[in-house]
C-alpha cells in the first residue's frame, strides 16, 4: 500500500513532490521510498518463498562493482556518482519492496492498481486540457506538450491495454481505443502516441499464429520506421538530437567497450564527440553552454543509460526474466484466455517503447511505476506458465 500511494503522489503532484527538497542531498520521494523498503524488510524476511529474480540481481551486483570502481578511481564527482547510480537504486528498492509482499493476491491487487493509474490518468489529463483551455491564452491541443505528468503518460499507455484486454462489448472496446490514440497525440510527445500505437498493434498479434506474428512484427518495424523518417513530428531537432547522441554513445559502447564494459558512475554521459557533434550536426550548444548536464542529461534512452553503464551485454540480463512472458507471447493463440498476462505484456511494451525515447527509468518521477509492471509480469508468467498448456 506504501508504494501505491507513492505512485499516486507522483501521478497527482509530479515532479513537485519527487524533486522537492528537504536536505542537503535528502529528496522528499526519494527518502520516502527509502523507508518503505527499510520497513519491508520484516516482511521480506517473513516471506516463506521468495521472489528472487537472478538476472536482476546479478546485474545489480554487477553495478554495485563498477560503483566501487567508480568511487576507488575517482571516475567522476561523488555528487555525480551517486545521482547516476540512481537508475539501479530504483531498481533493487523496487524489487526489494515487491518482493516483501508479493503472493498470488497481491500480484491481483497489483493488476488492479495498475489499471486504476490508468483510468484516473486519462481522467486528470481530460481535466488538464480542459483548464488549459479555459485559462491559457496559447492553449494549442497539439504540436504542444500539453500533458499533466510524465507518470500520466504512463498511465495513459495502461489505460489502452487495459480497454483491449478487459472490455468486452467490442463497439465500446475500439471505441475506447480510438479515443485512447487520438488523446495520446495532443500530450505532445510523439513517443506517447508511438508507445500506444505499438500496444494496439502489440494486443493484434496475441490472438494470431506464429506466422502472423512474425509478419505483424516485420510490418510494425517498418511502420515505426516510416513515421521516424516520414512524420514531422519524428524528424524536429529533438528527434534529430536523441539520434546523435544515440549514435555516438552506442558507436562508442560497441567500439571502445566491446558491448561488455561500461563507463561506471560518475563520468560524463556525453563524450567531446559528441559535443562537437551537437554543434555541427544540429547547431545545439546545450552541452557547452550547460557543462554540468553532460553528467546528467543521459541519452534519453533507459536502456541505453543501463548500457553505458555496465556494458551492453550485461545490461541485457534485465530481458532474461521476461523469457516466460515472451514464450506466451509467441505460443499462445487465445488473446482472451489469459486476460491478466496479456494486460501485463501490453503494458510493459508500451512503457518500455516510451522509456526508449525518454528519461524514464533513471528518475524517480516513474521508474516506480515501471518496475511495479515489469515485476507484476515476471510473477504472473511464474505464477501461470500458460504457454505449456496451450494446445
Given at each position: 500500500m ?15 513532490f519527487?524533486?522537492f527538497?528537504?536536505?542537503?542531498p ?13 520497513s519491508?524488510a520484516?516482511y521480506?524476511?517473513?516471506q ?8 536482476v540481481?546479478?546485474?545489480l ?7 566501487g ?16 547510480y ?9 524489487w526489494f ?10 500480484n491481483d491487487f497489483?493488476?488492479?492498481?495498475i489499471v486504476?493509474i490508468g483510468l484516473?490518468s486519462?481522467?486528470i489529463q481530460m ?7 479555459i485559462f491559457?491564452d496559447?492553449?494549442?491541443p ?11 503518460i504512463l498511465?495513459?499507455i495502461v ?9 468486452k462489448?467490442t463497439?465500446i472496446k475500439w ?6 490514440l487520438f488523446?495520446?497525440t495532443t500530450?505532445g510527445?510523439?513517443s ?8 494496439v498493434m502489440?494486443y ?9 506474428k512474425i509478419?505483424?512484427?516485420t510490418f510494425?518495424?517498418?511502420s515505426?520506421?516510416?513515421?521516424i523518417?516520414?512524420l514531422?513530428?519524428?524528424?524536429d531537432q ?10 555516438s554513445?552506442?558507436g562508442?559502447?560497441?567500439k571502445?567497450?566491446f558491448?561488455?564494459l561500461?563507463?561506471g ?5 556525453a ?5 562537437d557533434?551537437?554543434?555541427e550536426q ?5 552541452f557547452?553552454?550547460r557543462p ?9 534512452n533507459s536502456?541505453?543509460t543501463?548500457?553505458?553503464h555496465?556494458?551492453?551485454i550485461?545490461?541485457l540480463l534485465?530481458f ?22 496479456d494486460f ?6 508500451g512503457?518500455?517503447?516510451?522509456s526508449?525515447?525518454?528519461v524514464v ?5 516513474s521508474s516506480?511505476?515501471y518496475?511495479?509492471?515489469y ?6 508468467c ?5 504457454a505449456?498448456?496451450?494446445?
Amino acid at each position: 500500500m506504501g508504494l501505491f500511494i507513492l505512485i499516486e503522489l507522483l501521478l497527482i503532484y509530479a515532479e513537485t513532490f519527487s524533486k522537492f527538497h528537504i536536505y542537503g542531498p535528502f529528496y522528499l520521494f526519494d527518502t520516502l521510498f527509502f523507508l518503505l523498503a527499510l520497513s519491508s524488510a520484516f516482511y521480506f524476511l517473513r516471506q516463506k518463498e521468495k521472489f528472487y529474480v537472478w538476472p536482476v540481481m546479478i546485474m545489480l551486483g554487477i553495478s554495485i562493482l563498477y560503483l566501487g570502481y567508480s568511487y576507488l578511481y575517482h571516475v567522476g564527482p561523488v555528487n555525480y556518482m551517486i545521482r547516476q547510480y540512481a537508475l539501479f537504486i530504483y531498481l533493487g528498492l523496487s524489487w526489494f519492496i515487491f518482493s516483501s509482499y508479493i503472493n498470488d493476491q497481491f500480484n491481483d491487487f497489483n493488476i488492479r492498481f495498475i489499471v486504476l493509474i490508468g483510468l484516473v490518468s486519462v481522467i486528470i489529463q481530460m481535466g488538464y486540457h480542459g483548464y488549459l483551455a479555459i485559462f491559457s491564452d496559447h492553449y494549442l491541443p497539439f504540436g504542444e506538450f500539453n500533458y499533466f505528468s510524465k507518470m500520466g503518460i504512463l498511465g495513459i499507455i495502461v489505460f489502452g491495454a487495459w480497454a483491449l484486454c478487459f472490455i468486452k462489448n467490442t463497439r465500446i472496446k475500439w471505441s475506447l481505443v480510438a479515443f485512447y490514440l487520438f488523446l495520446s497525440t495532443t500530450l505532445g510527445h510523439s513517443s506517447a502516441f508511438l508507445a500506444c500505437f505499438v500496444v494496439v498493434m502489440t494486443y493484434l498479434m496475441l490472438g494470431t499464429s506464429r506466422k502472423v506474428k512474425i509478419t505483424a512484427l516485420t510490418f510494425l518495424g517498418l511502420s515505426l520506421l516510416l513515421f521516424i523518417l516520414f512524420l514531422p513530428q519524428f524528424s524536429d531537432q529533438n528527434a534529430e538530437w536523441r539520434l546523435v547522441y544515440w549514435k555516438s554513445a552506442l558507436g562508442e559502447i560497441l567500439k571502445s567497450h566491446f558491448a561488455l564494459l561500461g563507463h561506471g558512475f560518475g563520468a560524463p554521459y556525453a563524450s567531446q564527440e559528441v559535443i562537437d557533434a551537437f554543434r555541427e550536426q544540429i547547431n545545439s550548444p546545450w552541452f557547452e553552454v550547460r557543462p554540468e548536464e553532460a553528467y546528467v542529461t543521459p541519452m534519453h534512452n533507459s536502456f541505453i543509460t543501463f548500457a553505458f553503464h555496465i556494458g551492453l551485454i550485461p545490461s541485457l540480463l534485465l530481458f532474461i526474466p521476461l523469457k516466460k512472458a515472451i514464450r506466451y507471447f509467441i505460443k499462445v493463440k487465445h488473446h482472451t484466455k489469459f486476460p491478466k498476462n496479456d494486460f501485463l505484456i501490453l503494458c510493459f511494451v508500451g512503457v518500455s517503447v516510451f522509456s526508449a525515447f525518454n528519461v524514464v527509468l533513471e528518475l524517480p518521477h516513474s521508474s516506480s511505476f515501471y518496475w511495479l509492471i515489469y515485476f507484476s509480469l515476471i510473477y504472473q508468467c511464474r505464477k501461470q506458465d500458460v504457454a505449456q498448456d496451450e494446445k
